[in-house]
């Protein structure tokens, strides 16, 4: 059981980038799946969660508009789709399981090794 997330790197800001999170050993349609971010100096924030059902909820209010998590038709690989990215985007990001199938809860009982991404100009 694991989450593998990838697709960090270097971004111009304006810029768009995507992010993948693979799921093994595990349903997407059992639980939902977060990216969260941690900013230098700064704490670890929720970003994005889609639910089992495919839904998603906003945790931080800077991404709105921007940023769009979505999953493929095969349920094995959800994405965090970032536009019109800022500097402020930089951060490492890492994608985790919820322990619940909805996202009412920022509690996660899985996490993926984070993958960074850098906003330059």
């Known amino acids: 059981v694991q989450l593998q997330a990838s697709g960090g790197g270097l971004v111009q800001v304006g810029g768009s980038h995507r992010l993948s999170c693979a799921a093994s050993?595990?349903?997407?349609?059992?639980?939902?799946i977060f990216w969260f971010r941690q900013a230098p100096g700064k704490e670890r924030e929720g970003v994005l969660c889609?639910?089992?059902?495919?839904?998603?909820?906003y945790y931080a209010d800077s991404v709105k508009g921007r940023f769009t998590i979505f999953r493929d038709n095969a349920k094995t690989t959800v994405y965090l789709q970032m536009n019109s990215l800022k500097p402020e985007d930089t951060a490492i990001y890492y994608c985790?399981?919820?322990?619940?199938?909805?996202?009412?809860?920022?509690?996660?009982?899985?996490w993926g090794q984070g993958t960074l991404v850098t906003v330059s100009s």
């Open positions: 050993g595990f349903s997407l349609d059992e639980f939902a």
């Open positions: 985790a399981r919820g322990s619940r199938w909805d996202c009412s809860s920022e509690e996660v009982d899985l």
């Open positions: 889609l639910s089992s059902t495919n839904h998603n909820r």
